[in-house]
T-cell receptor
Framework: DAGVIQSPRHEVTEMGQEVTLRCKPI?????LFWYRQTMMRGLELLIY????????DSGMPEDRFSAKMPNASFSTLKIQPSEPRDSAVYFC????????????FGSGTRLTVV | SQKIEQNSEALNIQEGKTATLTCNYT??????LQWYRQDPGRGPVFLLL?????KEKRKERLKVTFDTTLKQSLFHITASQPADSATYLC????????????FGGGTRLMVKP
């Protein structure tokens, strides 16, 4: 298994532009999570899905952030419009049934908004 | 509010010694707790899961304890090696039976040869 695949690996964009981050979870995993990591705030959960349905999006910082999971093998996190304070590493993770398994994280997308 | 505390200062130890990292949590009762390793520029990697009814769990050179009275987990690496140098994150489960993990800030471990 190739693991959780995220793209792009790095993204540099100008303030105000739309950014779309992509994630392919591990096949057979029922849960998908989007996290953001910064030095100041550590790893923060943004949103998670169970069987493609968003369950908790209380961590999404603002309406500028949106996430979708159109099928079991693909999810996107979109920021529109982007701002410099959105600069961070965004991780996608997936797991099997709740409570019994650890998460498998992707390699992350390092986003820089200038 | 729920809080997870890990020592933010780096832990420096000599190769061959046992490293002990601490995770304290307050204002909730997790059903289980997970530990992850993160190397620079990479995503966290799952290491161990321990449940509230388990006092101790081992995997090779790793040992985790879970004291629900003290609200604390200890993570031990015996016979440490320079390759063990990384940041270690703890993640207690939510107490509402959900599956969304909240992570501590992590402790950086440096093992010197």
């Amino acid at each position: 298994d190739a693991g959780v695949i995220q793209s792009p690996r790095h993204e540099v964009t100008e303030m105000g532009q739309e950014v779309t981050l992509r994630c392919k979870p591990i096949s057979g995993h029922d849960y998908l999570f989007w996290y953001r990591q910064t030095m100041m705030r550590g790893l923060e959960l943004l949103i998670y899905f169970n069987n493609n349905v968003p369950i908790d999006d209380s961590g999404m910082p603002e309406d500028r952030f949106s996430a979708k999971m159109p099928n079991a093998s693909f999810s996107t996190l979109k920021i529109q419009p982007s701002e410099p304070r959105d600069s961070a590493v965004y991780f996608c993770a997936s797991s099997r049934a709740a409570g019994n398994y650890g998460y498998t994280f992707g390699s992350g997308t390092r986003l820089t908004v200038v | 509010s729920q809080k997870i505390e890990q020592n933010s200062e780096a832990l420096n130890i000599q190769e061959g010694k046992t490293a002990t990292l601490t995770c304290n949590y307050t204002n909730y009762s997790p059903a289980y707790l997970q530990w992850y390793r993160q190397d620079p520029g990479r995503g966290p990697v799952f290491l161990l899961l321990i449940r509230e009814n388990e006092k101790e769990k081992r995997k090779e050179r790793l040992k985790v304890t879970f004291d629900t009275t003290l609200k604390q987990s200890l993570f031990h690496i015996t016979a440490s090696q320079p390759a063990d140098s990384a940041t270690y994150l703890c993640a207690p489960s939510p107490d509402n039976a959900g599956n969304m993990l909240t992570f501590g800030g992590g402790t950086r471990l440096m093992v010197k040869p």
